[in-house]
């Protein structure tokens, strides 16, 4: 980083030179270095975080008013918005690789349930949609973890999406479908979960390629 006075013919400059060179000001003193691109790091750890915060961000939309309203409690524990204590109760969970609960009045269990997955790659993307046959629970989420190795544990970084299922005309029979994207076509095996409306979770179920 090169300190400047009176950079480019000027008093100020600011923004960058073409690819060559970037100009910026900070603590009032002005400076020059060479261009960078941002860089967007896509590790397996980064990739699980995002895919775990983006679900619950955008969760808090699909839940019913009863569903928010259980955070009422909650929300006064921490002295904010029922939409602030679901966000800061599951980011927690999501931290331990924990799936989100979307009700917090709920004690619901899990049990009978059967998941099976298919997947496809074409031009960089994975597609993957499957089903979950319960018998009595509403499940929340499907969390789809992949890697080559067909023994693996599933951790976070793992995690290549988490999907809401949908429920179909038979009322115990729920949908989902996610995308991922690769550059390049690995052969992962997949283990796949799913939770409820109070964050019980099935266990970890391997799936094919």
């Known amino acids: 980083m090169v300190k400047l006075t009176g950079p480019c013919m000027s008093i100020e400059a600011s923004g960058s030179l073409g690819n060559a060179m970037t100009f910026a000001k900070t603590k009032g003193t002005a400076y020059a270095k060479k261009h960078s691109t941002p860089a967007n790091p896509r590790s397996g750890a980064q ?51 924990l799936l989100p609960i979307a009700d917090f009045s709920s004690d619901e269990t899990n049990e009978n349930r059967a998941t099976n997955l298919a997947g496809s790659y074409q031009n960089g993307v994975y597609t993957l949609w499957g089903s979950i046959t319960t018998v009595t629970e509403q499940p929340l989420s499907v969390e789809t973890c992949a890697n080559i190795n067909p023994a693996f544990t599933p951790t976070r970084q793992d995690t290549k999406i988490i999907m809401r299922a949908v429920q179909q005309t038979n009322p115990h029979i729920y949908a989902y479908q996610g995308f991922f994207k690769s550059p390049i076509f690995y052969p992962y095996r997949y283990r796949t979960r799913y939770g409820n409306v109070s964050g019980n979770t099935s266990d970890w179920e391997l799936d094919g390629t």
Do not use: C
């Open 47 to 97: 990739t699980g975080v995002r895919a775990g915060m983006k679900f619950i961000t955008q969760l808090w939309a699909q839940l019913s008013d009863a569903e928010k309203a259980s955070f009422g409690d909650l929300a006064e524990l921490y002295n904010t918005s029922p939409y602030h204590a679901f966000l800061h109760l599951n980011s927690q969970r999501w931290a331990k690789h």
